[in-house]
């Protein structure tokens, strides 16, 4: 009934006028009741109308309002246009055999069968590739972050953070591989049930789905990605040694056993390793966490770009089973992306755990003990010889650190940060004798959600039984980046500078 099919699709125009899709469809159905001409001026207005940039199967509208007038032409008996129109149609889509048959039609009344016959044999089958598929709709995932230490000392701490964090992956992978398995299950039983035409689409559209990564772009991306995390890798190898070549931490073994072979000093081997290992680590470290943060932003921007092309891939899917299995390949590739950056953070926390006796700097002193247990007195002249060689003021840029015995104060003001206070803090080792004075500012910040926690920044002074052994810069983070992939959330640590170099000049030794 082509006069009803006529009447609905006037009617669908009506309820949704601006969708162009109605006319064309409404003028091949006025073609098969003989209203060629009526049938021109629906494709015409159909031409003005918002369109969207694909058809069924993924065909270019535009070619198929081509084959659409050909037909139309066709049948007015105008050959050479509908020649025209539909040789137009077919190099734009030579997926369209429909296009290509209607060809064979005009081809042959034009020039007879020997010509047109040609034509026709190939449009008896769509034997051309796939076109490319509307990706339009497709989103982006994030990579998910990664929490790294930011110092030795929570290297070592975090190494078994990382070996947990081992079992949960391999969980999650293994999750993911097993709904793979099901959801292909169900997909072989859909193909039970499908066209062959429904059948050839759907696996087109997964063969675009695994074969994205070689897109050049993401090509290109995914060696960035390779290169970072090589360079990562390979400060890795330097410092604690990989199969026969050179290492750092080798040569600060070699260094050691050959000042300590004829020294009659206790635990010299263990000074020496220390003097050399722990001021190169913090240095190593920071290079292999530059180099590992810079890993985790190349692998997120491929991720991004990865995720967005398949999930376009995957809209095209009508499916719920099909478009699963389709969003799966980008958690696959999440995780794989991911667990090459926590492959980078194992293999450098267990080495930084394993070394850490010689090469990361221990806990700060414990707590100066209090009179009940066994300390120095409270008040009095009975000041211990390490805070005695400390008496005096020291000039604190905008404030004043005042030593008085136990007495430790500081004072002034901070006008170019009012969030900030002044501090002064004393601790007392007990296995050393020695009396640390730290004192400078602190405070809490959230800026942005770039930093968010609490620091210190000051000077610290450091003296024993002899006198004042150390003094130096002290930095000490306590905070949340929120913003890139490091978090320092758990793990603390601080970083002294010392001014050794200018004890000579400062205090008289």
């Known amino acids: 009934k082509p006069g009803a099919a006529l009447a609905a699709l006037l009617r669908a125009h009506e309820l949704q006028p601006r969708r162009a899709a109605h006319l064309r469809n409404a003028a091949t159905m006025a073609t098969s009741i003989g209203l060629p001409n009526e049938a021109l001026a629906l494709l015409d207005g159909a031409a003005r109308l918002e369109d969207q940039p694909l058809a069924g199967m993924g065909i270019g509208q535009n070619a198929a309002a081509l084959a659409i007038r050909g037909q139309i032409l066709g049948t007015m008996g105008r050959w050479a246009e509908a020649e025209s129109a539909l040789q137009a149609a077919v190099t734009a889509e030579p997926l369209l055999t429909e296009a290509t048959a209607g060809l064979a039609a005009a081809t042959t009344c034009r020039q007879g069968p020997a010509a047109g016959v040609k034509i026709q044999r190939v449009s008896r089958k769509r034997r051309t590739p796939v076109p490319p598929l509307d990706g339009s709709r497709g989103l982006q995932s994030p990579l998910r972050k990664a929490v790294l230490p930011g110092f030795p000392k929570q290297a070592a701490a975090m190494r078994e953070v990382f070996r947990a964090e081992n079992d949960t992956l391999g969980a999650e992978v293994q999750a993911t591989a097993d709904r793979h398995m099901a959801l292909d299950v169900k997909l072989q039983a859909l193909d039970a049930t499908s066209t062959p035409a429904e059948q050839r689409r759907r696996r087109a559209i997964f063969s675009r789905i695994h074969t994205a990564h070689t897109d050049a772009d993401l090509t290109a991306m995914q060696q960035r990605v390779d290169q970072l995390s090589n360079l990562a890798l390979k400060t890795t190898y330097d410092f604690w040694g990989n199969a026969d070549q050179p290492y750092r931490y080798d040569d600060f073994t070699k260094v050691a056993e050959a000042d300590c072979d004829a020294s009659p000093e206790y635990r010299c081997f263990e000074r020496r390793m220390r003097e050399q290992c722990r001021p190169a680590l913090r240095i190593a470290h920071q290079t292999w966490l530059d180099q590992t943060m810079d890993t985790w932003r190349a692998a997120d921007a491929l991720h991004r770009a990865f995720s967005k092309r398949v999930s376009g891939y995957a809209a095209n899917l009508s499916d719920p089973d099909a478009f699963a299995l389709a969003l799966l390949a980008i958690k696959e590739d999440e995780q794989a992306l991911y667990g090459a950056i926590h492959g980078l953070a194992v293999a450098w926390t267990a080495e ?22 066994g300390g120095e007195e409270a008040s009095g002249d009975s000041c ?45 080792s007990a296995k050393t004798g020695k009396v640390t004075i730290f004192a400078g500012s602190k405070g809490e910040v959230d800026s942005l959600k770039v930093v968010k926690g609490a620091f210190k920044s000051g000077i610290y002074i450091t003296a024993g039984n002899k006198g004042i052994e150390d003094v130096g810069w002290r930095v000490g983070p306590s905070a949340t980046v929120g913003k890139g992939p490091v978090e320092f959330e758990v793990f603390k640590d601080e970083i002294d500078m010392s001014f050794v170099g200018a004890l000579d000049a400062t205090f008289g030794r």
């Open 352 to 373: 930084v755990d394993i070394h850490q006796d010689y090469c990361v700097t221990p806990d700060e002193p414990d707590a100066l003990p209090s009179p009940e247990q």
């Open 384 to 428: 211990s010889p390490a805070l005695n060689a400390m008496r005096g003021v020291f000039e604190l840029g905008p404030a004043k650190l005042k030593i008085a015995c136990e007495k430790v104060s500081l004072s002034g003001k901070w006008e170019a940060a009012p969030w900030l206070q002044a501090f002064a803090e004393i601790s007392y």
